[in-house]
C-alpha cells in the first residue's frame, strides 16, 4: 500500500508563498498520475491541481491557476504544489493522492490513496 506524506503547510500573510511537499513511500508512484485536493471549514474537500505520471501533462482548477503550480521528480518519489500569491480563500488542509492511472483527474473517488493532510493558513 502506497504511504504518502505532505509537509510544507503552515501561516502566511496574504500575497506570500508556500511550497507543499508529498513523498511516496513506494517506487511504483512514478507510474501514476498524482494530484493536490484541499478542503477548508465546513466545505466539501475540492480539486486544487493534477500532473501526469511523467508530468508532462498538468491540469488546475480555475481558481489557483497562474497562481499555484504543480510538479514532480520521479527521482524521489516526490509531487510538489508551489503557492504564490496565496489569498485568504486558499485557507485549508491540502492533501496529495495517487490515482491509479498515468492520466490526470479532477476527480477524487478516481484517486486511490491519500495522505493524511497538511494545514496551510492565509492571514489577510
Known amino acids: 500500500q502506497v504511504q504518502l506524506i505532505e509537509s510544507g503547510g503552515g501561516l502566511v500573510q496574504a500575497g506570500g508563498s508556500l511550497r507543499l511537499s508529498c513523498a511516496a513511500s513506494?517506487?511504483?508512484?512514478?507510474?501514476?498520475?498524482m494530484g493536490w485536493f484541499r478542503q477548508a471549514p465546513g466545505k466539501e474537500r475540492e480539486f486544487v491541481a493534477a500532473i501526469s505520471w511523467s508530468g508532462g501533462i498538468t491540469y488546475y482548477a480555475g481558481s489557483v491557476k497562474g497562481r499555484l503550480t504543480i510538479s514532480r521528480d520521479n527521482a524521489k518519489n516526490t509531487v510538489y504544489l508551489q503557492m504564490n500569491n496565496l489569498k485568504p480563500e486558499d485557507t485549508a488542509v491540502y492533501y496529495c493522492?495517487?490515482?491509479?492511472?498515468?492520466?490526470?483527474?479532477?476527480?477524487?473517488?478516481?484517486?486511490?490513496?491519500w495522505g493524511q493532510g497538511t494545514q496551510v493558513t492565509v492571514s489577510s
Open positions: 513506494e517506487r511504483t508512484f512514478i507510474n501514476y498520475a
Open positions: 493522492a495517487v490515482r491509479g492511472s498515468p492520466d490526470v483527474s479532477r476527480w477524487s473517488d478516481e484517486y486511490d490513496y
